[in-house]
């Protein structure tokens, strides 16, 4: 159901896209990788209160471990195709590294944010 939400949010921000033009497309994408950030987050949180309700069974650890990581990895890598395409078909080679750009920034900021002393405890 969550991934149907998001082919919509991505279809909305490429028809949002094209009825506003290139000047509005940065905006676009960071509105897009807010949502999707918004959705891991939450999943995320629902995952650690099941796993503290009833035992950890292979769920993310409370402190951000590999899994969170990982999934965060791969969510990133999958938005990061059609970021790609929408980038490189609209402004060609800038638009690719500003694709790519948001991609490297969003993970780095959720690595920033692992390695504050003060966000470990939960």
Do not use: C
């Amino acid at each position: 159901m969550e991934s149907q939400e998001l082919k919509k949010e991505l279809g909305a921000a490429l028809d949002a896209r094209r009825e506003l033009g290139p000047d509005y497309e940065a905006a676009l994408v960071d509105s897009f990788v807010e949502k999707v950030d918004t959705q891991v987050r939450r999943r995320l949180a629902e995952e650690r209160l099941a796993a503290a309700r009833g035992g950890r069974g292979g769920l993310p650890s409370p402190d951000g471990g590999f899994g969170e990581r990982f999934g965060f990895a791969i969510i990133t890598l999958v938005l990061a195709v059609p970021l790609s395409a929408i980038g490189s078909t609209q402004a060609g080679f800038k638009g690719l590294l500003v694709a790519w750009a948001g991609v490297l920034g969003v993970n780095f900021i959720h690595a920033a944010k692992r390695l504050r002393p003060g966000d470990r405890a939960a």
